[in-house]
């Protein structure tokens, strides 16, 4: 069965310090995983997608197929990263793929 | 500009009535969704739709049923709205070609039925 899974749903750490959000997933095939973000009083909007390979706001995240994990890490932590964040798995390159959220863990950031 | 509207932005609504949930996309996105979500929460899907025409439930059953007659609008409607119904609709819309799982989102109804 496919599933994504976001074992913390409140994660706090001091700024400056690293972040890192965990996500497991289980799927059969190749998947395509992204980091969905929501921050207070706006819209969930992508973050991060694995095959970008890309560093957005200072975070970033390795697809490990062989842990089958899409950890989300940062470095030093800042204010304005507090928000929801959102793993999510789609089923690759089919067109009729959709997408699964994991439930979401809320990043607090203590100054 | 391209983009996903969600109308009403909030609405509150007693027991019975028949209300309809409004989303548009400037995108020129063929597949569209539409999540529950109470504030913080997980997402739930509950319709999407790749064209017009086109229309599935999705994992999580919904008493709501959309219909998709023009590509960039999808509306959601809850024929008799109870107090259970009330939480958050979020609209979604995504490009099939390339085929890709990037969802943009709209900026969401919040339903309270009283």
């Known amino acids: 069965a496919q599933r994504v899974t976001q074992p913390e749903k409140l994660l706090s750490v001091f700024k400056g310090a690293p972040v890192e959000l965990k996500c497991n997933y289980s799927y059969s095939g190749s998947p395509e995983l992204f980091w969905y973000v929501q921050y207070s009083r706006q819209r969930l909007q992508l973050l991060l997608r694995?095959?970008s390979r890309e560093s957005i706001k200072g975070f970033t995240a390795d697809l490990n197929k062989g842990e089958t994990s899409f950890h989300l890490k940062k470095p030093f932590a800042q204010e304005e990263d507090s928000a929801m964040y959102y793993c999510a798995l789609s089923g690759g390159y089919s067109s009729a793929s959709k997408i699964i959220f994991g439930s979401g863990t809320r990043l607090s950031i203590r100054p | 500009e391209a983009d996903i509207y969600q109308t009403p932005r909030y609405l509150v609504i007693g027991t019975g009535k028949k209300i309809t949930l409004e989303c548009s996309q400037t995108m020129g996105h063929d597949k569209m969704y539409w999540y529950q979500q109470d504030p913080g929460m997980e997402l739930h899907l509950i319709h999407y739709s790749y064209g017009v025409n086109s229309t599935e439930k999705g994992d999580l059953s919904s008493e709501s049923t959309v219909s998709r007659i023009r590509t960039e609008h999808f509306p959601l409607t809850l024929e008799s709205a109870r107090p259970s119904h009330t939480s958050q609709y979020l609209c979604?819309?995504?490009?099939?070609?390339?085929?890709?799982?990037?969802?943009?989102f709209g900026p969401g109804t919040r339903l309270l039925v009283l």
């Open positions: 979604a819309s995504s490009s099939r070609v390339p085929a890709s799982g990037t969802q943009y």
């Open positions: 694995h095959i």
